[in-house]
């Protein structure tokens, strides 16, 4: 059969149906174990018993209805993420990378408010960021940006965990006016930003009057045991975009912003169509409610320790295993070999996983999976690998 999608993904072949927890079933009625949550979107797994009301009940009172009246679930969710972030105010969208575009349009407009006419934001190697134009331009990865040059200018591109070259380009360059990273980059294979570091570009931010715009897009919400990674840090961004696990699986993004940043859009300057609408805002109030009923951030933290835990006893001593990185249900274990071949081999085992910057296994499992699913998880991951590692070469 012709397929008249164009042709942007290379796709498993077997259609999800169905889901009930941390598992979904196929067309052919077979089950999977979810390890990979949509992409760390499905935060409350599957047709979480008290989500689904709450959607149901939204969804026959008002899906849209535009940002010309007020809004009342807009103000109660960005109440909600100020409360947990510390920051102050919200802009809402729909997707990731609308955030990143934000986050992006207020650093520069923060540089021009300043007089810096060609303001330039410093970005990182490996980053992923989004697939517009000027996010793709942000994203470190050649393969993302391939095709679709001329790309935007202004971003300046340094290495991660390096404070030296950030002071570098401090001394050397008066057009910057912002740092953009990911507090765990994802995409480029589970690297986080260490602890020292992200409170060094802290320091840096706020001796420059830079703005720190932290992209929490994909390790936000919960997903490392706290509502946001950088608090591991002990920090505040000035920029928080948020999105993937805000909703469940209902689309929406954030941006996040904190005294320096929450003014700098002012009426004219910024807007979209869907952005804020009450059921994606319903969406959010309730996974955040949720997470917060259930103690779903202490789960994250549990299970995610017991997960690298049976990892390192699993693998950790085999030849061809490199690192395991990550924190919470944010997890990617580095080979020494490409491995996408994992991907299909996993799901005929009955797991659902992703392979990332070629030789990383990442696993982004809804938060509410529990000790049992996680023994399960290991005891189809812990072979698949080892037989992997045994039947092919680096
Ligand atoms: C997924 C992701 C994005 C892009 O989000 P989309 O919703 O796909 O546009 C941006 N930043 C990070 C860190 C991501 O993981």
């Known amino acids: 059969m012709t397929s008249h999608l164009m042709n942007t993904y290379g796709r498993l072949p077997f259609a999800l149906s169905h889901g009930r927890g941390c598992r979904v079933w196929d067309t052919d009625g077979r089950a999977y174990l979810d390890g990979l949550g949509g992409i760390a979107v499905n935060t409350l797994g599957h047709a979480h018993p008290k989500l689904v009301p709450a959607l149901q009940d939204q969804v026959a009172k008002l899906i849209h209805c535009s940002n010309y009246y007020a809004a009342p679930m807009q103000e109660a969710l960005a109440a909600k993420l100020c409360e947990l972030s510390g920051l102050d105010a919200v802009f809402f969208c729909s997707t990731g990378l609308e955030a990143n575009e934000g986050a992006l349009k207020i650093a520069r407009k923060f540089g021009h408010d300043r007089g810096i006419d060609k303001p330039e934001i410093i970005v990182y190697e490996h980053a992923f960021h989004g697939r517009s134009i000027a996010t793709l331009s942000a994203t470190g990865n050649p393969k993302v940006q391939a095709g679709f040059g001329p790309l935007v200018e ?63 897009v994909q390790c936000g919400i919960g ?56 059921l994606a805002m319903r969406a959010g109030i309730e996974t955040l409610r949720i997470m917060e009923e259930d103690g779903l951030m202490a789960n994250a933290a549990a299970m995610g320790e017991r997960l690298r835990a049976g990892i390192t006893e699993g693998l950790g001593q085999l030849p061809g295993f490199k690192e395991m990185r990550g924190q919470g249900l944010m997890i990617g274990i ?8 994992l991907l299909l081999k996993a799901a005929q085992a009955g797991l ?40 092919s070469h680096p």
């Open 223 to 278: 997903r490392t045991g706290k509502w946001f990674a950088h608090q591991w840090a002990g920090i505040k961004p000035d920029v928080m975009p948020l999105a993937k696990g805000l909703g469940s699986g209902v689309p929406i993004g954030a941006i996040v912003a904190g005294p320096r940043a929450k003014d700098v859009l002012q009426p004219g300057n910024h807007g979209t169509t869907f952005g804020g609408n009450p």
């Open 154 to 216: 202004g971003f300046v591109r340094l290495a991660l965990n390096d404070l030296d070259q950030v002071r570098a380009v401090a001394r050397s360059n008066p057009n910057v006016v912002a740092i953009f990273l990911e507090t765990i980059q994802g995409e480029g294979g589970i690297n986080p930003t260490r602890i020292d570091i992200l409170q060094g570009l802290r320091q840096i931010c706020d001796e420059q009057d830079w703005l720190l715009m932290l992209d929490e």
């Open 352 to 391: 659902l996983l992703s392979i990332t910057a070629d030789t990383v296994i990442r696993l982004l499992p809804p938060l509410i999976i529990d000790a049992a699913e996680v023994d399960e998880l290991l005891a189809i991951l812990v072979p698949l690998v080892r037989d992997f590692l045994g039947a």
């Open 334 to 341: 580095e080979l020494d070999r490409p491995c996408g071949a």
